[in-house]
């Protein structure tokens, strides 16, 4: 029995509309692809499922590192790839499908869609924090009547300085909206009326330090895999991930142990990876922890540095870090002097090209970075993050 990987990580979004491969969203997808493609480059792991063939020159880069980049399965080759299969073991970045030998194609399965859209909607995991970390005012809002109560009930508290936070039920990290008092009506009445989708409402807050507990769940039991550093703005905007050695990980996962406890309360019978986001914020000169800001019940990129990190074991810390497109023809020459320059190992886990060799919007490197008993990660990522604009810009 073949073992798939499918790396959907427009999951969130196939549970907003109820089917699969949303086409506006491969060329974000691919980004997910090719980082799949390096992680199951070893020998008896499952096939990725991609929508289109990796850029010729990436393939190069990465046999010049040691590493046989596998071929995928292309989605557009399915049927003919496992025409034969009765029954295939399909793993996924958010589990909601399953494989039809009938039709040979995948289809959405309610045994796990069902449950998915129950605790990973940010509306239900709001209505259970609340009971357990109400520190921010949170209300979810599924109708009309909602959005009353929580003006009757907040209204005396708004000043013209409070920042609200939008959050759709189910969407992708950093895709929140902010509005102030005056903006908060037409905000409600466009997602209400307009587009009929529930939303999460919080007040926003000067968010410090991002962090996540990365866990792993199997036969009821859950497990804490690691904690990361989540590279976030102050709007929570997302653009990398650190992991290493770090004292302020270690104090922030000695005061996870009870928050986890709940969330594997919440959900008993998850199955997989999954993340606990928290974040620090300032309140009245003190800085405060959100034990629980979203529970991610899927794989995420932390996820995905903690398996890199397992299969490419190497002392030191790493670093996952999003550029923006490339401004030249030849970044994987300028990778090579980028290396040279620092003593890093660079190495690019997405595509800087398209198979039309159009340049992508975003592209995710791998850093791994020499051990620093002193080594800030927040100072240490803009570092890179500096340094690699520059090297892969005009």
Not at 138 to 163: A, C, V
Not at 243 to 268: A, C, D, R, T, W
């Amino acid at each position: 029995m073949p073992r798939i990987f499918r790396p959907n990580a427009y999951f969130e979004e196939e549970l907003r509309l109820g089917k699969l491969f949303p086409r506006e969203l491969e060329a974000r997808n691919s980004v997910l692809e090719s980082s799949f493609l390096v992680l199951n480059s070893f020998p008896d792991s499952a096939k990725v499922l991609a929508h289109s063939p990796p850029e010729e020159n990436w393939l190069k880069y990465w046999k010049e590192k040691g590493i046989q980049i596998p071929k995928p399965i292309l989605l557009r080759n399915i049927k003919q790839s496992l025409q034969k299969e009765k029954e295939i073991q399909l793993e996924e970045w958010g589990k909601i499908s399953r494989w039809n030998s009938n039709n040979n194609e995948l289809e959405i399965d309610p045994t796990y869609s069902d449950p998915a859209k129950i605790y990973g909607s940010k509306l239900n995991q709001n209505d259970w924090n609340q009971e357990h970390n109400s520190d921010l005012i949170s209300y979810s809002i599924r109708n009309s009547e909602d959005w009353e109560i929580f003006l009757d009930k907040e209204k005396d508290r708004f000043s013209p300085d409070q920042k609200f936070v939008f959050k759709t039920e189910f969407g992708f990290a950093g895709a929140q909206k902010f509005r102030d008092v005056s903006g908060l009506k037409d905000l409600a009445y466009l997602f209400l009326k307009v587009k009929r989708e529930p939303f999460l409402i919080e007040t926003w807050v000067d968010r410090t330090k991002d962090f996540s507990l990365l866990f792993s769940a199997k036969n009821g039991e859950y497990k804490i895999e690691e904690g990361t550093i989540l590279l976030n703005d102050h709007k929570g905007k997302y653009s990398g991930t650190w992991m290493g050695e770090f004292s302020e990980i270690e104090n922030y996962l000695s005061g996870m142990s009870e928050s986890f406890s709940q969330v594997s309360k919440f959900h008993p019978n998850y199955e997989g990876y999954g993340s606990i986001d928290s974040f620090f914020y300032r309140s009245k000169g003190v800085q405060v922890l959100r034990k629980i800001s979203e529970v991610n019940f899927r794989w995420t990129m932390g996820c995905l540095l903690l398996e890199l990190r397992r299969r490419f074991p190497k002392k030191g810390n790493d670093l996952l870090l999003f550029l923006p497109k490339v401004q030249n023809s030849d970044p994987y020459s300028r990778l090579r002097s980028w290396e040279k320059e620092t003593g890093w190992e660079i190495l690019p886990l997405s595509t800087f090209f398209s198979p039309y060799r159009r340049p992508n919007q975003k592209n995710l490197i791998w850093v791994r970075l020499p051990a620093g008993k002193n080594q800030d990660p927040w100072e240490e990522a803009k570092i890179v993050s500096e340094s690699g604009i520059r090297v892969l810009g005009p």
